[in-house]
């Protein structure tokens, strides 16, 4: 009786123990279900966050890309700016160079306008030594003749003065009467003293050489035609120059060749007035000195030739 009921609980047991397998393997089923569904959705996470993570990946090498192409065109620019700024460096030292050039020039051109200048005045001063010694040649025969005849007349007018030109000046009433080719007198005798001064200046050789001619000039009034003034001016410049000849034979044997007769009627007056002292001081015989053009032609020869040579002596430092 006892082993029966051991027997039956071994039964009982084997029925127990395969509803427990079956829940356990159900229970194991289960959680592989959800394992693998949690598997699954974490797969589909993992595979947007990969996608979004390669979408960023993608725009941060798009980014990259061009950050480093504008890290390109600021070096190209840096580049250019280095350039540049070399280049302007160089301008800088050229112009600083050129300034120096310019400041040596400068005074390299002030010193030639200095010398020019001292030459310019030297110039000035031989020219003007020419125009003294026509000047010097007139007071010579006007003193010789104030010295025979004194400086006026009864009437107190002078007998010869020397004008703003530089030209000897007599009265034509000391010479002529109104309207006449006449000499007078007293005319005769200032013309025989005028004759004698000229042949005593123009012994002088040194004198002599720088002269080309001695022009006497017969100027008249506005009064009358012009043809008649310019006949009276003519006709009393050359009688002025034949009796300066005639009364001095030396004068015309030795220097006849430097006297010349003009006439220029009324065209030149000393003054504008039409009053009677007007008229009468543009009545008048007016004696010039020209000097030979190749005298002040050799002044400025000497001078341009010594500019040259000076020139020519910088050109070769």
């Not at 070399?86 to 002030?110: F, M, P, V, Y």
């Not at 104030?146 to 007998?159: I, K, M």
């Not at 002529?176 to 013309?191: I, M, N, T, V, Y």
């Not at 400025?300 to 500019?307: A, G, P, Q, T, V």
């Amino acid at each position: 009786m006892k082993l029966r009921r051991r027997n039956f609980k071994k039964d009982g047991e084997t029925e127990n123990f395969w509803p427990a397998f079956t829940d356990m393997i159900s229970t194991i089923a289960l959680i592989l279900f959800f394992l693998m569904l949690l598997a699954y959705i974490q797969n589909i996470i993992t595979g947007k966050n990969f996608e979004f993570a390669k979408k960023q990946l993608i725009d941060t090498e798009k980014r990259l890309e061009e950050s480093m192409a504008e890290i390109s065109r600021a070096e190209d620019t840096l580049r250019l700016l280095k350039d540049e700024l070399e280049d302007t460096k160089a301008e800088i030292e050229d112009g600083e160079i050129a300034l120096k050039l310019s400041e040596k020039q400068i005074d390299e051109q002030r010193q030639i306008i200095a010398e020019s200048n001292r030459e310019l005045g030297e110039l000035r001063s031989k020219l003007q030594g020419v125009a003294v010694l026509r000047l010097d040649v007139l007071r010579k025969v006007k003193n010789s003749v104030e010295q025979e005849l004194g400086e006026t007349n009864d009437e107190g007018e002078e007998l010869v003065l020397i004008s703003d030109n530089g030209n000897i000046i007599i009265n034509e009433g000391l010479v002529f009467d109104f309207g006449s080719a006449q000499l007078k007198a007293e005319g005769k005798d200032l013309l025989i003293q005028l004759a004698q001064a000229f042949e005593r200046v123009l012994d002088d050789e040194s004198i002599r050489a720088n002269i080309d001619a001695i022009n006497i000039q017969g100027h008249t009034d506005s009064i009358g035609s012009a043809e008649s003034n310019r006949e009276l001016s003519a006709d009393r410049s050359r009688a002025v120059v034949d009796y300066l000849m005639t009364s001095n034979s030396n004068l015309e044997g030795k220097f006849g060749r430097y006297f010349v007769a003009s006439a220029y009627s009324e065209f030149r007056p000393l003054a504008a007035e039409t009053s009677e002292a007007a008229q009468a001081r543009n009545r008048r015989i007016e004696i010039s000195i020209i000097l030979k053009d190749s005298h002040i032609q050799n002044v400025i020869d000497d001078y341009l030739k010594e500019s040259l040579d000076a020139l020519n002596l910088g050109d070769d430092n």
